[in-house]
């Protein structure tokens, strides 16, 4: 025992005379974890209790789970989880393949340079900023936005759509992944970069066409990459954001659009209720976390492959 102790101190004496450079990068990144991620964290505390900024969150009064009794038993609870659920999944049943299909596409693609100039133009949306895109969309579904006009000629209403309950949902999927698809792709084509070009060449030898080779050489070969992208995915399943909510939604189409993110801004910022809104964001968490447990266990039983 005493003789492992002793290898063990000297290996970590010697990794560190190897490595002290980048123990040194890693210190700014443990502290913007502990100042910004962990230490928040203590303000969980805020709802179990009734707030109060003069007291502070030690010399507020305890409530137990009051505040989260009061949020499943408003009429806003049913509202806002049923769209959250709503988003999320037409998110992922719709958002989260398109960045894969985009980077199968491009991958097929042999003029590299035509290639380049997709992935460039597909980047682009990504680095606008949201209340620039939040504001073309506005303007573009507004009555006489470019958008209604052309659906106009189909036959369509000229109406703002946005005014509209049953159009606020496709409007925010739809953007979503002209923003966030090239962007989403880039992982993808990094995987793709990685598969064995050997793979290729057996399957086009033993007869398989572009898209057979895409099903049983592409597809599995980039399968590890899809499952754990498809994970973090599932753990984000009631975080939808809402600056982009808030940015396009307004009191007309809170039936569909308010969802449990914009309900924490409103009770928390606007109307002050500090332990009313932690109790909720408390709530989204914990769900989100053990979404990532449950899909995290399931995927390392079925195909071996998961985060840890």
């Known amino acids: ?48 209790k009734d707030y109060d900024p003069v007291m502070g969150i030690l010399g507020s009064d305890w409530v137990g789970l009051k505040n989260f009794t009061d949020f499943f ?18 998110n992922i049943l719709f958002g989260f393949p398109a960045p894969i299909i985009l980077a199968l596409l491009i991958n097929e693609l042999e003029q590299k340079k035509f290639a380049k100039t997709v992935q460039t133009i597909t980047y682009m949306p990504h680095f606008i900023s949201l209340v620039v895109v939040c504001g073309l969309i506005k303007d573009f579904v507004s009555d006489s936005g470019v958008i209604t006009s052309i659906l106009g000629m189909f036959g369509f209403p000229q109406v703002n759509m946005l ?32 598969v064995d070009q050997q793979l290729y060449e057996a399957a086009s030898i033993d007869g398989a066409g572009r898209l057979r080779q895409t099903f049983s050489v592409t597809l599995p070969g980039i399968m590890p990459t899809i499952v754990t992208m498809f994970i973090l995915k599932l753990g984000t399943i009631m975080n939808v954001g809402f600056e982009k909510i808030i940015l396009l939604y307004d009191p007309i189409t809170y039936e569909t659009a308010d969802v449990i993110s914009s309900y924490v801004y409103r009770k928390g910022i606007v109307d002050s209720d500090y332990g009313f809104s932690t109790a909720v964001g408390l709530f989204n968490s914990v769900i989100n ?10 995927s390392r039983r079925v195909n071996d492959t998961s985060l840890w």
């Open 73 to 90: 038993q408003s009429s806003d609870f049913v509202r806002v989880f049923r769209n959250t659920i709503k988003i999320s999944v037409l």
């Open 1 to 48: 025992m005493y003789a492992a102790k002793k290898y063990t101190k000297k290996a970590i004496r010697q990794d560190w005379h190897r490595n002290w450079a980048l123990y040194l990068l890693m210190i700014p990144v443990l502290l913007f974890y502990l100042c910004f991620c962990y230490k928040p964290m203590y303000g969980a505390i805020i709802a179990f």
């Open 163 to 194: 005014q509209e309950p049953g159009m606020f949902v496709p409007i925010y999927i739809i953007s979503g992944i002209w923003q966030e698809i090239g962007w989403g792709s880039i992982i993808y084509l990094a995987a793709l970069a990685g």
């Open 289 to 298: 976390f053990a979404l990532i447990i449950i899909s995290n266990t399931i």
